[in-house]
């Protein structure tokens, strides 16, 4: 029987379907599960983009492939935005942030290139690197409070077989923004290097203190930067599918050969929404900081108040990213604290090796009082959870 290829074929699907798929079973059963497991915001799409897609419905060109590169408008509007100095030419317009990440890494890598990533990474990161034919490299962060990435972190992992290093800006999982001066020395060190910076700033509109760094803001970054970009968070268009590349022309000429063998186009009626909520609600996530930050705080709180867990909020993202002192083993943390406490998290050791022993709890989709109750919950089952073992939980959960 024909097999898939090897690389394919080792690579581990992250846990959030499987971890939903039971939070799902759990509620028709009749239990109230909070989910605090996929970094999403809680708002809807911007008025500006609904009533935009209402009118595309009846346009014939809705219907039919549009531009490969995506559509003008959008891709001028974006231009218009975006840091860098650029044109419609330097943009692409792709079916979400992933997709925008793996057609970049089919235009740039070749087989046995690596590929350097800041630790905890983001896992669907890694496994595009191994379905590209590259080899991911895990440079652990130093700073294990805030989680910066810094130059020190990432040059004991250069070797002349590195093609790019990925900066996650403000990182998922851990909310760690890229520091303006360190963002620079990076970029800078990378180009004498001839090494490509890809740096996804899906959560661009979600850093709340000191505002957002781009990569694409360090003079000559035509040179050398790719930006990652998707609406999925900034305009609550998840479903959606539509994202960006920011490259230099030459490179975005050549991953448009790439972006028809994939998918000709970004969906257009998704394209025609979006360029409504660029020109006309480009700050809109800002406008629900303020929640934001107030469910920051009382997860913050809430989890100082919980002796085994450890926390520093960081300044962006919609996540906490907490150290659970005497965890080994994160994915069966997060199973049991879903089967005994009905709470969805993400084990830590998804987002690599260097994760293990945390877990990442989002405060952007459940309100206010769900994280109040989910925290109390969390607070009790570790309670439980210190005064009995392992094989007594498995036994008590199996013989309610």
Avoid at 122 to 128: D, K, Q, R, S
Avoid at 132 to 138: I, K, T
Avoid at 345 to 359: K, Y
Avoid at 368 to 383: K, N, V, W, Y
Wanted: aromatic content about 8%; some cysteine.
């Amino acid at each position: 029987m024909p097999r898939v290829r090897s690389r394919i074929h080792d690579i581990v699907l992250p846990p959030f379907d499987p971890l939903n798929s039971r939070a799902a079973e759990l509620r028709a059963a009749g239990h109230q599960v909070i989910s605090l497991g996929q970094a999403v915001p809680f708002f809807a799409p911007p008025p500006a983009a609904i009533e935009a897609a209402r009118r595309a419905v009846d346009r014939p060109e809705v219907h039919r492939y549009v531009t490969d590169p995506g559509l003008p408008g959008l891709r001028d509007a974006l231009a218009a935005r975006l840091p860098g100095s650029i044109t419609r030419d330097d943009l692409l317009i792709t079916a979400g942030g992933n997709h925008a990440f793996t057609l970049v890494l089919t235009t740039i890598v070749d087989a046995g290139d690596e590929v350097v990533l800041h630790a905890p990474y983001f896992t669907n990161h890694h496994g595009a690197i191994v379905a590209a034919g590259a080899a991911p490299v895990e440079a652990p962060v130093a700073d294990r409070k805030m989680f910066a990435v810094r130059w020190s972190d990432l040059e004991p992992h250069l070797t002349p077989r590195t093609k790019a290093v990925v900066l996650c800006n403000p990182s998922n999982p851990t909310g760690a923004p890229v520091d303006a001066r360190d963002g620079e020395q990076i970029v800078g060190e990378l180009a004498r290097r001839g090494i490509f910076v890809i740096s996804d700033e899906t959560y661009m509109h979600f850093a709340y203190e000191g505002g957002h760094w781009s990569a694409a803001s360090v003079d000559g970054w035509r040179e050398n930067v790719i930006v990652i970009g998707t609406f999925s968070k900034s305009f609550g268009m998840m479903g959606w599918r539509v994202g960006f590349v920011q490259a230099d022309a030459a490179i975005c000429a050549e991953a448009v050969k790439v972006q028809d063998a994939m998918i000709i186009c970004a969906p257009a009626i998704s394209q025609m929404a979006g360029e409504a909520a660029v020109r006309d609600a480009w700050t809109y996530a800002e406008s629900f900081h303020a929640e934001l930050r107030a469910r920051r705080r009382i997860l913050s709180e809430a989890l100082a108040a919980i002796p085994r867990v450890h926390w520093v909020p960081t300044r962006g993202g919609l996540f906490a990213f907490a150290r659970v002192d005497g965890c080994t083993d994160s994915t069966a943390l997060a199973r049991d604290l879903l089967e005994d406490a009905h709470i969805v998290t993400i084990p830590g050791a998804a987002f690599g090796p260097s994760g293990e022993g945390h877990l990442r709890i989002s405060y952007g989709y459940a309100n206010q009082a769900d994280l109040t109750e989910a925290m109390g919950r969390l607070q009790e089952f570790l309670a439980r959870s210190g005064s009995e073992g392992a094989e007594e939980r498995i036994s008590r959960r199996e013989n309610p």
